[in-house]
């Protein structure tokens, strides 16, 4: 969840952090930044798969 906001929402990974708090999951920023940098090659990977071709005529 965290790494989906961090890409979706461009949002901070302090702010993430400060997110999870409110529920309930206590979870450092630094480690929402290694998640990142671990799943967003998987994740980019993926997706791209799944990308429609886009302006064919």
């Not at 450092?28 to 005529?57: N, Q, Y």
């Amino acid at each position: 969840m965290c790494v989906r906001w961090y890409v979706a929402y461009g949002l901070s990974v302090r702010n993430l952090e400060e997110m999870m708090a409110e529920r309930g999951i206590e979870v450092d920023h630094s480690t929402v930044h290694r998640w990142a940098i671990k799943l967003l090659p998987i994740l980019e990977k993926a997706f791209r798969r799944r990308k429609r071709p886009v302006g064919k005529s």
